[in-house]
């Protein structure tokens, strides 16, 4: 009996302490969901207490460089920003509608209600837009810029940082250093400061200006990457490049905007970038320096042309054997190959293998060197040259002769028109000297070409033909018996490659 009311006793005591235990979990709870209404309540109320203890320094940042670690250069970019402006073109393009192949048949005229009078191919015409940048370089509307921005082109827009804009007339353009010069007729403009690019080092501050992918003025900061970047080939065969290499943002836009140095001085002009598939920059972008701008800037404002030096001799690069087998200590240098005869090298006295070092004190270090040097010296200008002949240093004064007398259309035994603004000569001994061409050299060259004309494109002026349709051609008469209506296929000889041309003649 004793033990039943123990057992019993016992159970009542667990039962106890089991609601104990829930009513106290009931209790904790209830005061937590109270906890978190109130908290909702009073954020609901508003913000309460005291503010955050932030710092606040509002002293205007100090852009002087004083201390020798600039902090800004937004004075420094402020006067040449205002000299950077917008260059948009616009090129009227005609295109033939093409008759139908049953035009002429009364009962298809009728059915499709295709007007009698129209007896031939229709034009239409549509406008091609291009953007670029450029800067102006002179109070009284001068503008810098690239020629394949404004190449082409039938209208030329200029919008000023201030919102103006100004019809542009195209004063000249250089295709072999992609330099171009515009003309506003205005006064009293902001105009950009030009400094030496010769004196530029690797791993000078740089800033690239113009207007990218036309989203407005843009200004990106680099450094000079390289100097005097050559045999590229952007320009083509017959180019003159000489590039400043920097890592500042350049895309498309950029073109023929300046880039300048750390004291906002125009040291190069934007002209070009090597990039992936997409198109869009990673950091190897190009500018023409601006010594080499500015010269070809001035003579077509001057001349209405660029008068180019020449010596009349074929040079190459010294070689370390060359090196040894000339006597000389190291593999600089312009290389003389061929003398020309009657040319101002021939009468200086230069002769094969003689090695030109010096120009008016300044080194040549290679044969592109010395071709840039004397294409930028005015023709008529004595310099002084220093070349090395048979291990021993020589001097002599040359008188630079005209590039134009050179690569300009010579008097020739036959010359005529093979396709409509293209015109033709056959090719012999004084042609041959005249347009620079080797002893092997056959077929037919373009003396003249009307910029218009619609075939244009295809054959600038030293274009050699050497055959049409598979059949070779020597003259004029041969060729035009081997052209026909339709399809035609052109063998030519250009910048030192041989292609392929397409043309289709009605």
């Known amino acids: 009996m004793s033990d039943n009311v123990q057992t019993a006793e016992s159970t009542n005591k667990k039962m106890k302490y089991r609601l104990f235990s829930s009513v106290l979990f009931i209790l904790f709870i209830g005061l937590a969901v109270t906890a978190y209404l109130e908290t909702v309540d009073r954020s609901a109320d508003g913000p309460s207490g005291e503010p955050a203890a932030i710092q606040v320094d509002r002293e205007p940042m100090d852009r002087s460089g004083v201390d020798g670690n600039p902090t800004s250069y937004a ?92 019809e542009a007339t195209i004063v000249g353009s250089d295709a072999k250093t992609d330099v171009a010069v515009l003309k506003i007729d205005a006064d009293g403009l902001p105009s950009a400061t030009l400094t030496d690019s010769d004196e530029i080092r690797v791993g000078d501050i740089v800033f690239a200006l113009g ?5 407005g003025q843009t200004v990106t900061m680099g450094i000079v990457s390289a100097t005097g970047r050559t045999r590229i080939g952007l320009l083509g065969g017959d180019s003159y490049e000489n590039f400043i290499q920097t890592d500042a943002a350049i895309n498309q836009g950029n073109s023929g905007g300046p880039l300048v140095d750390a004291k906002g001085r125009v040291i190069g002009i934007n002209t070009a970038i090597l990039s992936a598939r997409t198109g869009g920059n990673i950091g190897i972008g190009f500018a023409i320096p601006v010594n080499m701008a500015s010269n070809v800037m001035q003579s077509l404002i001057t001349e209405g042309r660029v008068a180019r030096g020449f010596i009349g001799v074929s040079i190459d690069d010294v070689t370390h054997d060359k090196a040894e087998e000339l006597g000389l200590e190291r593999a600089e240098g312009a290389l003389v190959v061929e003398v020309v005869s009657d040319r101002p090298g021939d009468r200086a006295g230069l002769r094969s293998d003689d090695v030109i070092v010096e120009v008016n004190g300044r080194s040549i270090p290679s044969a592109s060197a010395l071709r840039l040097m004397i294409s930028q010296t005015p023709p008529g200008t004595v310099v002084e040259v220093a070349y090395y002949r048979d291990g021993e240093r020589r001097e002599t004064e040359i008188e630079l002769g005209d590039l134009d007398q050179l690569t300009g259309t010579p008097d020739v035994a036959e010359e005529d028109e093979l396709l409509e603004g293209v015109k033709v000569s056959t090719i012999d001994d004084d042609v ?11 077929g037919l060259i373009v003396v003249e070409v009307d910029s218009s004309a619609r075939h244009a494109e295809h054959f600038p002026l030293g274009t050699v033909i050497t055959e049409i349709n598979q059949t070779p051609v020597r003259n004029v008469d041969q060729a035009r018996e081997a052209l026909r209506t339709g399809r035609n296929v052109f063998l030519v000889h250009r910048d030192g490659v041989f292609r392929y041309l397409t043309i289709t003649l009605e």
């Open 211 to 215: 207007n990218p992918l036309n989203i």
């Open 75 to 166: 004075d420094v970019l402020a006067d040449v920003r205002n000299t950077v402006v917008t260059v948009s073109t616009t090129q009227i393009i005609e295109e033939r509608i093409r008759r139908h192949p049953f035009s002429d048949d009364p009962f298809f005229r009728r059915f499709f209600g295709i007007p009698e009078e129209r007896e031939q191919d229709e034009p239409r015409y549509r406008r091609r837009q291009g953007l670029g940048s450029g800067v102006i370089v002179s109070a009284d509307g001068y503008i810098l810029t690239n020629n394949h921005v404004i190449d082409g082109a039938d209208e030329v827009l200029v919008s000023l940082g201030d919102r103006r804009e100004f």
């Open 432 to 442: 041959r000297e005249d347009f620079g061409l080797t002893s092997s050299a056959e």
